[in-house]
């Protein structure tokens, strides 16, 4: 079967700094794919070439289709939600404004998927006319997770989702996302700094050095790998 | 335990001023005639200077454009009426040229230059613009001051032996609609919402569908909408006389007016407008030697003082950037 994404040779500069020098992997469709490494080591940047946010060189297929030079509108609109770096909350509005903006290209009603991500996320039904920017970080980054469920996405990309966040709220996230991938059916692309955490709920995993992927497989040979434990496990 | 007063000084300045301006009213006839007119006044101002808040929220910058656009959509109503359109018939058809325009404004001359990303040069592009509409406007109709008609006739009405011209209320009342309508597009509707998103966070509501550049093309459509309306109200006024430079003094009161509320507040440019139009009034009226040509100089020190004193104005954030 082909892969749901695959990026092939893919290449991204920021002006003149290159930030990308040639990624290739694959994310099949129904699976968890973690994308580990240190900072700067372009996972972010990966993330942002498929969306369309960098200016890139390479190959990016989605669904079988190659995404040429479309912008993250027109990205957005074929099934991938994608939570930036900083969750990309519109803290100035409502709970329940940032939830509108999860469907905002769609038509008809939303009521079911409001219902759909409250299943999930039971506390945001009491919290929704409340300023998204006066959340906790753990809430904010469920309410972004909520956002992109609103898409009804095929393909969530999410980045650094532990970021500043307590432990017990990080274990919290990666059950959701373990959750929305085991009962959605929501292919993932995660990218961690977390590698024990994303190596667990993950079936694949690629670990990027300076623009490169520096190690891939399944996770659990990952976790295995003796490099890969002393640099990124720490044990 | 120290109380903080902070929170509370700028409800507590309105409340004084509407005290104010209320005891007075009913003390004195005088005063409520010349409240009112000034609240007329500072309808045109507040529709303006939403104009230019809309335009700042978005982009971060000023569109000095904004009161040449406005002088060139009243010529075109006065023009429709002078083909024999009714005027509201002119009114409505003008409101449909100036979004139509705005958004071909801001396509050919402000998308290009802001995509290379310097606010100074879209400033530069929007002064591109005032020169350019400013030369049409005398290019196509000439510099003779023409005759705008007024929506309202010339009728006062007599409340306790208080004179309000009916030209007065109905520009306060065009004013007020036309800033509840717009409150509702954007707090109501998808549109809206999608166009607050795009000048909020233009990155984040890209990575959610929503078409930013369009939205900003629709946000320079609403602006040039509210200015059509201000210039339409303020030809019709006897302060204001229909020609090509007719809004270059408007536009400084409505600066004021966007600078007093905090740029980035709409409701703040809807009340410094109309606190501006009311107090200017007041002052010349009282102070003998406030003449017109003082006025001017006098929205401008009121900007100014802001500046110096709390720049975010009445409703602004100040802006904390989280990193």
Redesign the interface.
């Known amino acids: 079967m082909a892969p749901l994404l695959a990026l092939r040779d893919v290449h991204a500069r920021y002006g003149q700094v290159r930030a990308l020098h040639g990624v290739t992997l694959e994310v099949d469709e129904g699976q968890i794919v973690a994308l580990l490494g240190a900072n700067g080591a372009g996972k972010t940047t990966t993330l942002r070439a498929v ?1 369309g ?1 960098v200016r890139r060189e390479g190959e990016v297929t989605y669904d079988g289709k190659a995404l040429t030079r479309e ?3 027109h990205v ?2 074929l099934g991938i ?2 939570v ?1 770096e900083g969750r ?3 803290s ?2 409502t709970v329940w ?1 940032n939830l ?3 469907a ?2 769609r038509r008809g009603s939303i009521d079911g998927d409001l219902k759909r991500v409250l299943t999930f996320f039971p506390w945001l039904e009491k919290r929704k006319s409340q300023q998204a920017g006066t959340l906790s970080g753990g809430e904010q980054q469920m309410l972004a997770i909520a ?1 992109a469920m609103m ?1 009804r996405p095929r393909m969530l990309l999410i980045d650094e989702p532990s970021l500043g966040l307590a432990p017990l709220v990080v274990s919290e996230i990666f059950r959701i996302l373990h959750d929305l991938n085991e009962h959605e059916g929501t292919t993932v692309l995660l990218v961690e700094q977390n590698a024990r955490n994303s190596l667990a709920i993950s079936n694949h995993a690629y670990v990027l050095e300076t623009g490169r992927v520096a190690y891939s497989g399944t996770s659990d040979e990952l976790a295995q790998h003796e490099a890969i434990r002393r640099s990124y496990l720490g044990y | 335990m120290p109380v903080n007063l902070r929170p509370w000084i700028v409800p507590a300045l309105l409340a004084g001023v509407v005290i104010f301006l209320l005891v007075g009213s009913i003390e004195s006839a005088l005063f409520a005639q010349q409240t009112v007119s000034g609240l007329a006044n500072g309808g045109i101002y507040a529709s303006l200077g939403l104009a230019l808040v809309l335009i700042y929220r978005a982009t971060q910058v000023i569109n000095f454009a904004q009161g040449a656009i406005a002088t060139f959509t009243t010529y075109v109503a006065w023009q429709f009426m002078q083909w024999g359109l009714g005027y509201w018939g002119a009114f409505v058809v003008t409101l449909f040229v100036a979004f139509a325009g705005g958004i071909a404004i801001q396509l050919v001359a402000i998308r290009p230059v802001e995509r290379r990303g310097n606010v100074l040069t879209v400033v530069i592009a929007s002064i591109g613009v005032l020169i350019a509409v400013e030369g049409a406007v005398g290019w196509i109709w000439g510099p003779e001051i023409r005759f705008m008609p007024s929506a309202f006739p010339v009728r006062t009405y007599h409340v306790g032996g208080v004179a309000f011209s009916l030209q007065d209320l109905g520009t306060i009342g065009v004013s007020i609609a036309s800033v509840v309508v717009l409150w509702a597009l954007f707090q109501f509707t998808k549109l809206g919402l999608a166009m607050r998103a795009a000048a909020l966070r233009p990155n984040a509501a890209r990575l959610v569908g929503v078409r930013v550049s369009w939205m900003l093309s629709l946000g320079w459509g609403l602006a040039a909408v509210l200015g059509a309306i201000a210039g339409m109200m303020a030809a019709a006024s006897p302060s204001v006389l229909l020609q090509p430079n007719m809004m270059d003094g408007v536009l400084i009161y409505a600066f004021a007016a966007a600078v007093l509320g905090g740029l980035e507040s709409p409701a703040g440019a809807v009340i410094g407008g109309l606190a501006i139009g009311a107090m200017l009034n007041l002052l010349s009226s009282y102070v003998s030697w406030v003449t017109p040509q003082l006025l001017l100089p006098a929205a401008f020190v009121v900007m100014l003082i802001v500046l110096l004193v709390k720049p975010s104005g009445l409703f602004g954030r100040t802006r904390v950037k989280r990193v």
């Open positions: 969306s946010m912008g993250p509108e957005a609109r939600a994608h930036p990309g909350t519109f100035e509005l404004e509108r903006l999860g905002i290209t956002r898409q």
